[in-house]
């Protein structure tokens, strides 16, 4: 049941460079909802996070007083039904719903696992990726088109899904040395336009911040 209360409380098990993790912080800012963070270390989860994602024992999980919520789109719509008014982030058609919900899928299928032999991987399997990334991502800007955000006029659903992964375009520049503005100079200038959104631009982390994690990371796994 839709509903706005005083006593509502949220909290976010997190783990800040998740582009999945930052779409439910942009959903959340968009509503003007206040909510607690809760950093996970997923080398170390919490009982808290094996207790509240039992199956996947991922972040992020939203807890809505109590009620844990699985699956970054799903969080996601489940907030735009909870708190209900403006802005909506979903369409209220049936059919409109559907799309939105078709490139939210085409996304969660293709930009992390593609993007990831872009900034692991190396020679072959690298080039490989890259050819693939910016594939996915000439795809996802044909389906923008001349619009100014996947949602048309203002930020949607789709635009939440994706734009979170625009903070990882540097990661992704630097270590498989291209230019994703070269590529597609107007899905780069639709992620700027997202960024004059402060509930967007508060949610991400800066690029470099996520390069250095990155480069952290690859340290640690040795894949460097
Ligand atoms: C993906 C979340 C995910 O990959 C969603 O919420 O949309 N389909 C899910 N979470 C990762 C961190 S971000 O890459 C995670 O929690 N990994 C821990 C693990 O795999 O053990």
């Given at each position: ?18 582009s ?91 930009v ?50 994706l734009?979170p992964f625009t903070?990882w ?56």
């Amino acid at each position: 049941m839709a509903h706005h209360q005083e006593q509502d409380n949220v909290v976010l098990l997190d783990f800040w460079p998740s582009s999945y993790a930052m779409r439910v912080k942009i959903a959340l800012a968009v509503k003007g909802l206040a909510y607690e963070c809760k950093q996970e270390d997923l080398q170390a989860k919490s009982s808290m996070l094996l207790e509240k994602n039992p199956v996947h024992k991922m972040i992020p999980v939203m807890i809505h007083n109590g009620n844990p919520i699985c699956e970054s789109l799903n969080i996601v719509q489940y907030i735009d039904e909870t708190w209900n008014h403006e802005p909506l982030l979903l369409p209220s058609d049936p059919y409109q719903r559907s799309q939105v919900r078709f490139w939210g899928d085409y996304i969660d299928n293709n930009v992390y696992r593609i993007g990831k032999k872009v900034w692991t991987m190396k020679g072959k399997e690298q080039e490989e990726g890259k050819k693939e990334f910016i594939e996915c991502l000439k795809r996802l800007e044909g389906q923008l088109g001349e619009k100014a955000y996947f949602g048309g006029e203002k930020l949607g659903y789709v635009d939440v899904a994706l734009v979170p992964f625009t903070s990882w375009f540097y990661t992704y520049e630097t270590f498989g040395n291209l230019s994703i503005e070269g590529e597609c100079p107007k899905l780069v200038a639709w992620a700027k336009r997202c960024m004059e959104s402060q509930s967007v631009a508060k949610s991400l982390p800066h690029p470099h911040k996520v390069h250095e994690f990155a480069i952290q990371f690859k340290k640690r796994n040795a894949l460097e």
